[in-house]
């Protein structure tokens, strides 16, 4: 199925303020265009080192730009098409700090 991404604004945005980001964030918007996803294993088909996160909780942690930058997104598979939700976006050093602090399965800024 194709991938409807919501909130591409955010990484858009993402990506103006922090310009390192802009060519990165524009291959994966290519990649993600091209996807074909039937099952959440398929994601990791798509994006190699993409982190499927546990505790039934439908996200997944997308390394941007060479591990530099993370992405937590939420996912539901419809009948039609993968939701793709972008819950946040920042440094793999921001990323960390949530982790420590528990929140990358609750996390959503966006």
Not at 47 to 65: E, H, P, Q, S, Y
Not at 87 to 110: E, M, P, R, V
Request: hydrophobic share 40%.
């Amino acid at each position: 199925m194709k991938v409807h991404l919501i909130k591409r604004q955010t990484l858009e945005d993402f990506a103006r303020i922090n310009a390192r980001s802009k060519v990165s964030l524009e291959d994966w918007i290519e990649k993600l265009k091209l996807a074909n996803w039937e099952q959440p294993g398929d994601i990791k088909n798509t994006f190699n080192t993409a982190d499927l996160l546990g505790k039934g909780c439908n996200r997944v942690i997308f390394d941007i730009g060479g591990n530099n930058h993370r992405m937590i997104c939420n996912y539901i598979f419809g009948a039609k098409q993968v939701h793709l939700f972008v819950c946040w976006i920042g440094t793999h050093s921001a990323y960390d700090k949530i982790c420590n602090d528990g929140l990358q399965y609750t996390i959503n800024l966006y």
